[in-house]
T-cell receptor, first 109, second 110 residues
Framework: AQRVTQPEKLLSVFKGAPVELKCNYS??????LFWYVQYSRQRLQLLLR??SRESIKGFTADLNKGETSFHLKKPFAQEEDSAMYYC???????????FGTGTKLQVIP | DVKVTQSSRYLVKRTGEKVFLECVQD?????MFWYRQDPGLGLRLIYF???????EKGDIPEGYSVSREKKERFSLILESASTNQTSMYLC?????????FGDGTRLSIL
């Protein structure tokens, strides 16, 4: 069975501080990992996926297969980063996507 | 840009009613999904469909059914609504493992 764990329900950081949102997964094969974001009053949308290895809005995430983690990082938090963040896993192809329980990021001005 | 449209943003129904939530996507995606989103529980998959007239149970299918008569439309049905089905319902279509979500329907069962 596939599982995604986000241990923090709420993460509060000051503007300009580094951010790390934790995500650990359990999957027997080679997973595809994603981060989705939901800003206030907006729809859930893809932030980034590990296979693209790109930085979106200053965020990066590296897949660590040894530690089965896919933590989301940003060196300097901005107020507009305040949102709900979900880590997600897919087995690839036309398989279902499993989401974590989400972490609410609150950036304090 | 992918557009996923859910028919209602807010819906109030009574216990025991049969409730239909509609979702339409305009990108000819084969896969479509229904989730419910609850605080502290994240997104939980109710049902998904990978083709017309095909459906698969997700993690919490009890009390729900779905219909996919046309590729672009995926309907979620609450057979006999109960108060514990009060929630935010999200529909998504999928392309190459990336999911595209609608705005959601906030359903209240009284």
């Amino acid at each position: 069975a596939q599982r995604v764990t986000q241990p923090e329900k709420l993460l509060s950081v000051f503007k300009g501080a580094p951010v790390e949102l934790k995500c650990n997964y359990s999957y027997s094969g080679s997973p595809e990992l994603f981060w989705y974001v939901q800003y206030s009053r907006q729809r859930l949308q893809l932030l980034l996926r590990h296979i693209s290895r790109e930085s979106i809005k200053g965020f990066t995430a590296d897949l660590n297969k040894g530690e089965t983690s896919f933590h989301l990082k940003k060196p300097f938090a901005q107020e507009e980063d305040s949102a709900m963040y979900y880590c997600a896993l897919s087995g690839g192809g036309y398989q279902k996507v499993t989401f974590g329980t989400g972490t609410k990021l609150q950036v304090i001005p | 840009d992918v557009k996923v449209t859910q028919s209602s943003r807010y819906l109030v129904k009574r216990t025991g009613e049969k409730v239909f939530l509609e979702c339409v996507q305009d990108m000819d995606h084969e896969n479509m999904f229904w989730y419910r989103q609850d605080p502290g529980l994240g997104l939980r998959l109710i049902y998904f469909s990978y083709d017309v007239k095909m459906k698969e149970k997700g993690d919490i299918p009890e009390g729900y059914s779905v219909s996919r008569e046309k590729k672009e439309r995926f309907s979620l049905i609450l057979e006999s609504a109960s108060t514990n089905q009060t929630s935010m319902y999200l529909c998504a279509s999928q392309n190459e493992a990336t999911q595209h979500f609608g705005d959601g329907t906030r359903l209240s069962i009284l």
